[in-house]
């Protein structure tokens, strides 16, 4: 049972008791009236305190929407200015190198090489070179006018400059590996390119009968192969620099591995055999790519006034020079002429075989001096045209 007025609780409690103080009646009933006040102070106050945190809710609501929109666009704009500097150089500089490996060949076959794998091996070697200038050199010291004379015409500096311009640029080229290195790999498994170019041909109405179309096609060394050096010499210049672009390169050269490994087998069919003529590429930029790195190292340490670890550092060129010109005497005339073991095999086997009777037999009239060769005084105008050669076969 509950009693609702503090009368009737009074009664209950001491109504029993024969002996009761007004004193203590006066005190309970001025008690139970501080707690009725107190009971309905707490219920206004309540009441006003929920109407003001409702509007300091929709206050701070606001407030927070103000701060949300700040950052959304802080966001944005990070995001652009992120897109901006970090991935459109890069896919910029991809398109401009894809018209590289075209223009080098053109300018290798109006050299006057005559033979497909000199003009693919001319071009090769001018596309290394022009993606190390204009790739790795021309980002380092971007710059004014000015600042590249300086470099040129202060060549001492050039290691301390290296030192304070190539470290700068690490993200850059982790970005440019990226951006140039997986994408190019990735698209040689798909070649969406050829498969464009096919399907085109196809609705123009090319006839799918002709000997093109079924011809395997072969490997352009002068694309793939600047490229592939490049990130070698990113790797050597930049392994101690910024060692996290390692990660990202290791993952390029497998995907080389295994998505050229597979053209190779399934997809293209060489043209020439090389003989092993890239190689002294190979190992010219790999000698370039450790001076460099020498160069950057005693760039760096001057600036960090490490006297002793630049002294250290000194002989590796010359020590790096040195096996340079050792392989060159031992190992690049094997790579410029096919070795005399290999030439006495196969005129051995040619005599086994009988062909070299035949072979001297033709060498008789394959050729004819043209001092020798009577004077013909006729008139017709295609004698003028005919050839030196007898169309006799070897």
């Not at 407030?63 to 652009?80: A, G, H, N, P, S």
């Not at 290999?342 to 008789?364: H, S």
């Amino acid at each position: 049972m509950f009693y609702n007025s503090p009368e009737k609780f009074y009664t209950l409690l001491f109504g029993g008791l024969e002996v009761c103080s007004p004193g203590f009646s006066l005190f309970y009933h001025d008690f139970c009236l501080k707690n009725e006040a107190k009971n309905l102070y707490k219920r206004v106050t309540h009441s006003r305190a929920g109407s003001l945190q409702d509007k300091h809710t929709i206050f701070s609501e606001k407030v927070d929407l103000d701060r949300y929109e700040k950052r959304l666009e802080d966001i944005r704009q990070t995001f652009v200015s992120q897109i901006v500097t970090g991935y459109l150089p890069s896919l910029i500089l991809q398109l401009f190198l894809k018209i590289v490996p075209p223009i080098m060949r053109f300018l290798s076959s109006i050299q006057g090489y005559i033979s497909l794998s000199e003009i693919e091996k001319s071009a090769c070697n001018k596309g290394i070179w022009f993606t190390v200038w204009n790739v790795f050199f021309a980002t380092v010291f971007s710059g004014s006018v000015f600042y590249q004379l300086s470099i040129v015409l202060d060549p001492k500096s050039l290691p301390e400059k290296l030192g304070i311009s190539v470290p700068a640029q690490a993200s850059f080229f982790i970005a440019y590996v990226v951006t140039t290195g997986w994408t190019s790999v990735a698209s040689e498994l798909f070649r969406v390119i050829p498969f464009v170019g096919s399907l085109i041909a196809k609705c123009l109405g090319r006839s799918t009968d002709d000997e093109e179309d079924v011809e395997a096609p072969s490997i352009c060394f002068h694309r793939d192969f600047p490229r592939m050096l490049f990130f070698g010499l990113l790797g050597i210049a930049y392994f101690f620099l910024a060692p996290l672009i390692l990660p990202f390169l290791l993952v390029y050269f497998c995907m080389v591995y295994f998505i050229f490994r597979n053209q190779f087998i399934h997809v293209y069919a060489p043209k020439y055999e090389t003989g092993g003529r890239f190689w002294p590429m190979v190992h010219d930029t790999m000698i370039f790519s450790l001076v460099l790195m020498h160069a950057i190292a005693v760039g760096i340490f001057t600036l960090k006034k490490l006297s002793w670890a630049s002294t250290l550092v000194f002989p590796l060129p010359a020590i790096t020079l040195l096996f340079n010109e050792y392989c060159r005497k031992r190992f690049l005339p094997v790579f410029r002429a096919y070795p005399a073991e290999v030439l006495i095999r196969k005129d051995r086997a040619d005599w086994n075989q009988g062909l070299m009777t035949r072979f001297y037999g033709n060498l008789v009239t394959a050729y004819e001096d043209p001092a020798m060769v009577p004077i013909s005084y006729s008139r017709n105008p295609d004698s003028l045209d005919l050839p030196l050669l007898s169309p006799v076969s070897i």
